[in-house]
């Protein structure tokens, strides 16, 4: 195509000469003598402009006697005149504008990937963050060169002396993924358009792979924050992107779909919870029977993680099963939750063992959870053996106190109030009273403070604590004020700022 554009547009040979070398060349072994001498000023000039204005397409005005050298470069190549080594290997020495690299790989001079195989690291690097620029700015060549690498990094084995060269091709797509456009370049109707003219370029199966690797880089790339705060904000991610429908499509089942995409997660040593939620709520909007193999999939990791104690695992079916009800109107979480573990005969729990780890799992999930879902867990408890009814009996105190705090703007104090109604500073300081006496007494911190400490957390760190930070009249180096506040510093309820901040303002005192 590039070839019989540019006789198009050159008109005639002769004209080629004159745009090539600035006058009319009568002789083809003059041309071959002086060619490699002009080519190489070419690649010199185009090196420095590269350096200049760091701009990977070509100066439109110069664009026309580029394209010249480079028809006149095959011509003498095809008929003998010219090494097609020796022009390789010159062309390799430069760097060069990316629109040049592709012009050389469409005139047969060189391949592209060989080109990228002859840079050092540094200058690959730099490669990638250009070429990730050009998708960026609209440039379909581009596509066309990520397309090329991908052809080879995700196509038939190829011969072994390409093995440097896919090294290559791999690296430089490794670079490229992290920095292309997804969600900036989506719309409601359509996906990215980089990635649109991808697959229709490369085979469905070159494609297939190409797009795991997309989805596993765009899953696993920063900003990054834990699944405890997923769960807080899973709600915000529900809608679905046609970008991840459309790698998740190329995989060609529900099933291969839903195996990558949890491969993905399950390896990853970090998560971009943001994307992965969406790419759950993006599979879920895909396939009609979606709702199914999710929950299916579910089922079976929940009686791994219970019957192994895995809490990753554990935790991993809830997030997923939330996405689910957040994408799919048919799937609400509260019936999933009640249908099961509601049921003595549908629990998913077989032992002892796997009741307690699960009552066990869902105390410390009290303090992450939005407050649906404790409401949720709050009106339909799971059902738990005899022996376990007073364990489940506190977790529902829990969070009910939670559910509390959470929807009450003053919902009062850690301790219950025995004088009807009092101010928050009276309630704050009655509570630490009541906190230091019980720890006098008993040598323990109370069960309410530890609670507090979890369910009310904002009450506990803005008002509890500050109060009983201030050393009471007549302090002494180990009254129950301190060693209460030393016990809260070993289980990580005070930091240790706090507690040096204290026995700062109590030595202050004492010497004042």
């Avoid at 760091?54 to 028809?71: C, I």
């Avoid at 097609?84 to 592209?112: D, T």
């Avoid at 089922?299 to 009800?325: D, M, Y």
């Avoid at 060693?483 to 289980?491: A, T």
Wanted: charged residues 20%; hydrophobic residues 40%.
């Amino acid at each position: 195509m590039f070839l019989s554009q540019n006789m198009t547009q050159s008109g005639s040979k002769k004209r080629l000469f004159s745009e090539a070398f600035g006058t009319t060349q009568s002789s083809a072994s003059q041309c071959a003598e002086n060619f490699p001498t002009r080519f190489k000023s070419l690649l010199q000039e185009q090196q420095v402009a590269l350096q200049q204005t760091r701009q990977d397409l070509l100066d439109p005005v110069k664009k026309n006697s580029v394209k010249s050298m480079v028809f006149l470069a095959n011509q003498l190549v095809s008929k003998g005149s010219l090494s097609k080594v020796s022009l390789g290997k010159l062309i390799r020495s430069f760097r060069l504008p990316l629109e040049l690299v592709w012009m050389l790989h469409c005139a047969e001079l060189l391949h592209c990937t060989l080109y990228l195989e002859s840079l050092d690291e540094a200058n690959l690097a730099s490669v990638g963050v250009r070429l990730a620029k050009l998708v960026q700015d609209g440039a379909v060549v581009s596509v066309d060169l990520i397309k090329s690498c991908a052809a080879l990094a995700h196509g038939p084995e190829p011969p072994a002396n390409l093995a440097p060269v896919v090294r290559t091709c791999h690296a430089l797509l490794a670079q490229v993924e992290r920095r292309l456009p997804f969600e900036e370049e989506d719309s409601a109707e359509k996906g990215p358009w980089w990635l649109a003219h991808l697959q229709q370029s490369l085979s469905p199966g070159v494609f297939a792979r190409l797009a795991g690797s997309l989805l596993e880089v765009r899953l696993t790339s920063p900003p990054f924050i834990s699944v405890h705060q997923a769960l807080a904000r899973q709600h915000e991610w529900k809608y679905p992107l046609p970008a991840f429908k459309m790698l998740l499509e190329s995989q060609g089942s529900s099933t291969s779909a839903l195996n990558l995409l949890t491969r993905v997660i399950n390896e990853a040593r970090e998560v971009n919870w943001k994307s992965a939620l969406i790419c759950v709520s993006s599979f879920v909007s895909l396939y009609s029977d979606a709702d199914q193999k999710l929950s299916d999939l579910v089922r079976a990791w929940l009686s791994q993680a219970l019957e192994h104690q895995e809490p990753e695992t554990l935790l991993l079916c809830f997030v997923l099963i939330r996405q689910l009800g957040h994408a799919s109107p048919t799937a609400p979480y509260a019936s999933w939750f009640r249908n099961t573990f509601g049921s003595k005969h549908n629990t998913p729990c077989r032992t002892p063992a796997h009741f307690s780890y699960l009552l066990s799992f869902l105390n410390q999930l009290v303090q992450h959870e939005p407050l649906h879902c404790l409401k949720t867990h709050h009106e339909m408890p799971p059902y738990v053996p005899e022996k376990l009814r007073s364990e489940l009996s506190d977790w529902r105190t829990m969070l009910f106190t939670r559910i509390k705090d959470l929807s009450d703007s003053n919902p009062g104090g850690i301790f219950p109030s025995e004088q009807g109604t009092r101010t928050q500073e009276q309630q704050v300081q009655s509570d630490v009273e009541k906190a230091i006496a019980h720890f006098e007494s008993s040598k323990k911190v109370h069960e309410l403070v530890m609670k507090a400490a979890i369910c009310r957390k904002k009450y506990f760190d803005s008002n509890f604590l500050p109060a009983l930070l201030i050393p009471r009249s007549g302090w002494r180096a180990n009254d129950a004020q301190t060693r209460l506040i030393d016990s809260l510093l070993k289980v990580g309820k005070v930091s240790v700022g706090q507690f040096e901040a204290f026995h700062a303002l109590c030595l202050e005192r004492k010497y004042t």
